[in-house]
């Protein structure tokens, strides 16, 4: 299963953008929807994280490089998840993916953990 990411594009710095993405649907407990990003010629970093329990009740993570700029969220009618990032910087250009935990264990920052990704999506910030 690939989950399907989009939303990226050129953005000046101090903008914002909406990346979204498509759970898989295939979850039956609490399960969780994060989201990475690679910067050019870096490992891939954890970025932000939503768990997400079968009553709806959600609970967010985020990385402190953007904390207070990046919003994780959801709607359920739609089937889809939301990473709104505002106050763009140029360091903040990366490859973005959307991850799905199926069952959450405790941890959303592992990339291990999580059973299916999307393919990227690719945002820049000039500065």
């Known amino acids: 299963v690939q989950l399907q990411a989009s939303g990226g594009g050129l953005v000046q710095a101090g903008g914002s953008l909406r990346l979204s993405c498509s759970p898989s649907g295939r979850s039956h407990s609490t399960y969780v929807m994060g989201w990475f990003r690679q910067p050019p010629g870096k490992e891939r970093e954890f970025v932000a994280a939503?768990?997400?329990?079968?009553?709806?009740?959600?609970?967010?993570y985020y990385a402190d490089s953007v904390k207070g700029r990046f919003t994780c969220s959801r709607d359920n009618a739609k089937n889809m998840v939301y990473l709104q990032m505002d106050s763009l910087k140029p360091e903040d250009t990366a490859l973005y993916y959307c991850?799905?935990?199926?069952?959450?264990?405790?941890?959303?920052?592992?990339?291990?953990?999580?059973?299916?990704w999307g393919q990227g999506t690719l945002v820049t910030v000039s500065s």
């Open positions: 939503m768990t997400i329990t079968w009553f709806g009740d959600i609970t967010t």
């Open positions: 991850a799905e935990d199926l069952t959450y264990r405790g941890d959303v920052v592992q990339e291990s953990d999580y059973d299916y």
